[in-house]
């Protein structure tokens, strides 16, 4: 059964695939309309969202499917002990796909250990984020018109932040990419992460300075410091606003450099920034939509085999 746990789950050229798909449905969204009539999307959601749930739902309706959805762990039976692999043995009677969001890491891969019908990752814990992944890839390849020779800088949040994590990965697949990774000490990108893009030959930088390499940037990617990851709410209450991206801060980056965040945004990103056309966290928005609507063609049709 084909399920996304990890963005590796994919290959480059289902990714560039993916991609290709999600720009045909933009151009022509009527060819796809009735795609996945009769089909239904389980979306069961242990931890809260308002992007990722929301646009799958949206894909799907704009698929012609139907929705199933847990929006909330508290009003299912979760809350009363159910595990994850007896909720996944549940739904597979009712959905013909499920895209889960759970708190921890590796929630996603146990459901795909009891699921014959495909298992979507929506994000575990701090652990990964395939689908914003997607999100950002084709936001990147439609602004900058390619995934390689560009130099990306991540800020924020590098520990937990599983959309770092996740996107990180698949640029380990680019040419000539280089990484900016700018943090608190306390919120750097773990070993593991440095180990594997120092084995796949990824050029990277640590700095705690937002300013220091912002003129090199192609693409800036800032995150938010997630407190509900956080153990202790002093270290959050320390850390949150560790760095506040302004259009003064700008004025040293690129003209054609892009700014994305996989939102929400709390402080990190001023108001003003929205209105810089490097801006692109809202383009990001949609474009998620249409590579959930890729990729749950894809699984279903692998399904359907
Ligand atoms: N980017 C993202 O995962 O947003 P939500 O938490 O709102 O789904």
Same mark, same amino acid.
């Given at each position: 059964?084909?399920?996304?746990?990890?963005?590796?789950?994919?290959?480059?050229?289902?990714?560039?695939?993916?991609?290709?798909?999600?720009?045909?449905?933009?151009?022509?969204?009527?060819?796809?309309?009735?795609?996945?009539?009769?089909?239904?999307?389980?979306?069961?959601?242990?931890?809260?969202? #308002?992007?990722?749930? $929301?646009?799958?739902?949206?894909?799907? /309706? =704009?698929?012609?499917?139907? @929705? +199933?959805?847990?929006?909330?762990?508290?009003?299912?039976?979760?809350?009363?002990?159910?595990?994850?692999?007896?909720?996944?043995?549940?739904?597979?009677?009712?959905?013909?796909?499920?895209?889960?969001?759970?708190?921890?890491?590796?929630?996603?891969?146990?459901?795909?250990?009891?699921?014959?019908?495909?298992?979507?990752?929506?994000?575990?814990?701090?652990?990964?984020?395939?689908?914003?992944?997607?999100?950002?890839?084709?936001?990147?390849?439609?602004?900058?018109?390619?995934?390689?020779?560009?130099?990306?800088?991540?800020?924020?949040?590098?520990?937990?932040?599983? #959309?770092?994590?996740? $996107?990180?990965?698949?640029?380990?697949? /680019? =040419?000539?990419?280089?990484? @900016? +990774?700018?943090?608190?000490?306390?919120?750097?990108?773990?070993?593991?992460?440095?180990?594997?893009?120092?084995?796949?030959?990824?050029?990277?930088?640590?700095?705690?300075?937002?300013?220091?390499?912002?003129?090199?940037?192609?693409?800036?990617?800032?995150?938010?410091?997630?407190?509900?990851?956080?153990?202790?709410?002093?270290?959050?209450?320390?850390?949150?606003?560790?760095?506040?991206?302004?259009?003064?801060?700008?004025?040293?980056?690129?003209?054609?450099?892009?700014?994305?965040?996989?939102?929400?945004?709390?402080?990190?990103?001023?108001?003003?920034?929205?209105?810089?056309?490097?801006?692109?966290?809202?383009?990001?928005?949609?474009?998620?939509?249409?590579?959930?609507?890729?990729?749950?063609?894809?699984?279903?049709?692998?399904?359907?085999?």
């Amino acid at each position: 059964m084909r399920s996304v746990i990890d963005i590796l789950d994919l290959t480059k050229e289902e990714i560039a695939e993916l991609i290709s798909v999600a720009e045909d449905i933009i151009q022509n969204p009527d060819n796809y309309r009735e795609k996945c009539k009769h089909k239904k999307l389980a979306t069961l959601f242990f931890e809260p969202s #308002t992007r990722t749930r $929301l646009s799958f739902e949206a894909a799907m /309706y =704009e698929l012609g499917g139907n @929705v +199933l959805s847990i929006s909330d762990g508290e009003s299912s039976s979760a809350s009363k002990g159910e595990s994850v692999h007896d909720t996944i043995k549940v739904v597979n009677c009712y959905a013909d796909v499920i895209a889960m969001r759970h708190p921890k890491e590796g929630a996603a891969l146990v459901a795909t250990m009891a699921s014959d019908i495909p298992v979507i990752n929506a994000g575990d814990g701090g652990h990964n984020h395939p689908t914003q992944t997607l999100a950002d890839l084709l936001t990147i390849h439609r602004e900058k018109g390619t995934l390689d020779n560009l130099t990306v800088g991540f800020c924020g949040d590098l520990k937990f932040g599983r #959309t770092v994590h996740s $996107l990180i990965h698949a640029l380990t697949r /680019y =040419e000539n990419i280089k990484v @900016v +990774l700018i943090s608190p000490e306390e919120l750097k990108l773990p070993d593991y992460m440095l180990e594997d893009m120092a084995a796949h030959g990824l050029e990277y930088v640590e700095t705690t300075s937002l300013e220091e390499y912002m003129g090199e940037l192609d693409v800036l990617y800032m995150t938010r410091v997630q407190k509900e990851r956080f153990f202790n709410e002093q270290d959050y209450i320390r850390l949150k606003d560790s760095y506040i991206l302004s259009p003064e801060k700008l004025m040293p980056a690129k003209s054609d450099m892009i700014i994305l965040h996989p939102l929400p945004r709390v402080n990190e990103i001023t108001v003003a920034v929205d209105e810089d056309p490097r801006a692109c966290y809202f383009k990001q928005v949609l474009n998620a939509k249409f590579m959930r609507m890729a990729l749950i063609l894809k699984v279903l049709e692998e399904a359907t085999k």
